[in-house]
């Protein structure tokens, strides 16, 4: 595949595909097509004529993230439109760096996502960014995790790893867990450089743990797609899951991940256990009132 061509080939369709109507430019005297001419998305991505020209011919050889991204609005690309005009830019520059991906202010789980995790039920499984925010649960994953919502993790397992005592119970190698967490934000950082939360809780977490400052100085990186760990739960005890990582094609950054315990084995009874416990817990009526005071030892 002739990446020149590819390039070439890919700006002239959208260009094509693009009126002067939908760009909010005025169209008076007859055109010949009914896309934008050049010299319209030179002006909307304010670039010279000729410097696009150069451009729709292929050259993408040295063309800048900022010029790509006014490209990228000029002709209103989507998102996966935007994705592969920077793939074309970095295979003309024989580069592989990583693409920003946009992300809405606010993400909110679609309906079909939140059925697909209730129709998994023999397992914790959860949504999770690469800021290691927990975004979604199924009902045994929001049991097994009831700690990380519950004090300060703040629903975010980096949080919870290291400002939350309880963490220290629940990873028994500890040491470990928190290895691989600060690998886990140690790569989204250098995926995402720009990513002002996830800045906002690297300067948080420094703060307020030499443990984690002292592993973030070591610039260890790792994927976090699938392997075996231990817990142990509160509520049922020492557990021994295997974990599968999905990354959501639909949802770009976001990772699916599914724990499993071995049939037959004292982890799978223990997670049933826990999956009936939060079962009961979810099936109790609300509470409409509550006491002014807690009586007790």
């Given at each position: 595949m002739d990446a020149r061509?590819?390039?070439?080939?890919?700006?002239?369709s959208r260009r094509a595909n693009l009126t002067p109507e939908q760009a909010g430019l005025p169209v008076s005297g007859h055109r010949r097509v009914a896309g934008l001419r050049r010299g319209e998305v030179a002006m909307l991505a304010d670039v010279s004529p000729e410097y696009y020209a150069k451009i729709e011919r292929g050259q993408l050889a040295g063309v800048s993230d900022a010029v790509l991204e006014s490209l990228a609005?000029?002709?209103q690309l989507d998102d996966a439109e935007r994705e592969h005009l920077f793939d074309l830019a970095r295979a003309a520059n024989g580069a592989a760096q990583p693409v920003r991906r946009r992300?809405?202010?606010?993400?909110?789980?679609?309906d079909s996502l939140i059925r697909a995790l209730d129709a998994i039920v023999a397992g914790p499984a959860f949504v999770r960014n690469g800021r290691m925010d927990v975004l979604a649960t199924n009902t045994l994953g929001r049991a097994f995790y009831d700690e990380v919502f519950d004090g300060p993790g703040e629903g975010n397992l980096a949080r919870y790893c290291f400002l939350d005592e309880r963490a220290k119970a629940f990873y028994p190698d500890w040491e470990a867990a928190a290895d691989v967490t600060v690998?886990?934000?140690?790569?989204?950082?250098g995926r995402d450089p720009r990513d002002k939360q996830l800045h906002d809780l690297v300067g948080e977490l420094s703060t307020c743990s030499?443990?984690?400052?002292t592993r973030w100085g070591a610039h260890n990186v790792r994927r976090h797609g699938s392997g075996t760990?231990?817990?142990h739960h509160h509520e049922v005890g020492d557990l021994t899951l295997t974990y599968e990582g999905l990354e959501l094609t639909a949802e770009p950054g976001l990772s699916l991940l599914i724990y499993t315990a071995e049939p037959g084995s004292p982890s799978?009874?223990?997670?049933?256990l826990l999956a009936n416990l939060a079962a009961t817990f979810a099936?109790?009526?609300?509470?409409?009132?509550?006491?002014?005071t807690i009586q007790g030892s």
């Open positions: 061509n590819e390039a070439r080939e890919f700006l002239m609005r000029a002709l992300r809405p202010k606010k993400w909110v789980a679609r690998s886990i934000l140690r790569t989204e950082a030499d443990a984690f400052r760990k231990e817990f799978q009874e223990r997670l049933q099936a109790r009526p609300p509470r409409t009132e509550y006491p002014d």
